[in-house]
């Protein structure tokens, strides 16, 4: 078993079929039904079964997914860390994140991160929050952005900041309502909400529910861009997360509305990562840069962050620390 027999194996898997499969990696049919056929001799097992035009896994062919899919990540990992030491500074990054951080809060660290560290590339991974934790378990991911704090016994999750919710709504409508409105006249409300099942709907809905509030859902999306123009033209209001609508309510084109009599709604956005990762300089930098772009205090750093610091003056390059700041609507 040689490892371009499980990437083979992975691609045909990922493909769906030998001859997608071979022409993304520029190999014969015959070349990879070769391969496949090696990894079932090896293992004495089938590992994937022809369904109509398609492959699908058999039960030990899912295992050995699993394992190859590891195995393949680890060994690219390998390589950037050998090639880290004989061009220092330079590598590639994975980061899995959730769409709204990649979208609203993740592109300020990285213009941060890449200014100081241009020859680094961050390959960006959006996808849920199980997903991510799943990249990182596998260490196919070397960072993860959640909306929620994470326990696991294979993962670190340090807070970065609270991400307060807000309900928002057209000026105009704005304008017609006090700045503070009561339970009863929040019931009464066009509710633009998120798609169930949506973790942050059932947060929403959840906490409105204990307060005594069926919301009517007048639109469902999957998009926070389409909430918010929903809620620009007047159709409705939303619960949406500050990050998502600090612009809009800088520039005017969207007013907060209070309701005092709910508590104070925020989640937690958090960093997760392996709690024994491949320790680079690129990972460490990555590190610094949200640390200082966040305000994390070094108590949250995990342990083997503070052992690898230590350590910094052996590395050939070393991360600096960024003095730009969140901004506040982050608080």
């Not at 260490?139 to 294979?154: D, K, R």
């Not at 005092?260 to 990555?286: F, H, N, Q, V, Y």
């Amino acid at each position: 078993m040689v490892l371009s027999h499980l990437k083979t194996f992975v691609r045909i898997v990922d493909a769906g079929s030998l001859t997608r499969a071979a022409e993304q990696l520029s190999l014969t049919q015959p070349a990879v039904t070769k391969q496949l056929a090696a990894l079932e001799e090896e293992f004495q097992t089938t590992l994937l079964i022809r369904q109509g035009r398609r492959m699908r896994l058999t039960a030990t062919g899912e295992v050995l997914y699993h394992y190859a899919k590891r195995i393949q990540s680890l060994a690219e990992q390998a390589y950037e860390a050998v090639a880290e030491v004989e061009r220092p500074g330079q590598g590639e990054i994975d980061v899995g994140a959730v769409s709204t951080v990649a979208v609203f809060s993740l592109p300020k660290v990285l213009a941060i991160f890449t200014r100081n560290f241009p020859r680094l590339r961050i390959r960006v991974h959006i996808g849920d929050i199980q997903t991510t934790l799943d990249g990182i378990i596998r260490q196919e991911l070397a960072v993860g952005l959640v909306t929620v704090p994470i326990i696991h016994p294979q993962v670190d999750s340090i807070p970065l900041f609270q991400d307060t919710v807000r309900l928002v709504v057209n000026p105009d409508r704005a304008r017609k309502l006090p700045s503070q409105i009561s339970l009863e006249e929040l019931a009464h409300m066009d509710f633009i909400s998120y798609q169930t099942p949506s973790r942050f709907r059932a947060f929403m809905d959840g906490m409105l529910e204990q307060h005594g509030i069926i919301p009517h859902v007048l639109m469902e999306f999957n998009s926070h861009d389409l909430v918010k123009s929903m809620v620009k033209v007047g159709l409705g209001v939303a619960f949406v997360p500050d990050s998502v609508v600090a612009e809009d309510l800088a520039n005017g084109t969207l007013t907060a509305i209070e309701v005092p009599e709910l508590p104070p709604l925020a989640r937690t956005t958090s960093l997760i990562l392996s709690k024994d990762p491949p320790r680079t300089g690129g990972l460490m930098a990555l590190l610094a840069t949200f640390f200082d772009h966040y305000q994390v205090e070094p108590r949250l750093w995990p342990g083997w962050y503070w052992e690898t610091r230590a350590e910094e003056s052996a590395l050939p390059w070393s991360a600096p620390r960024s003095t730009a700041r969140h901004p506040s609507t982050h608080s």
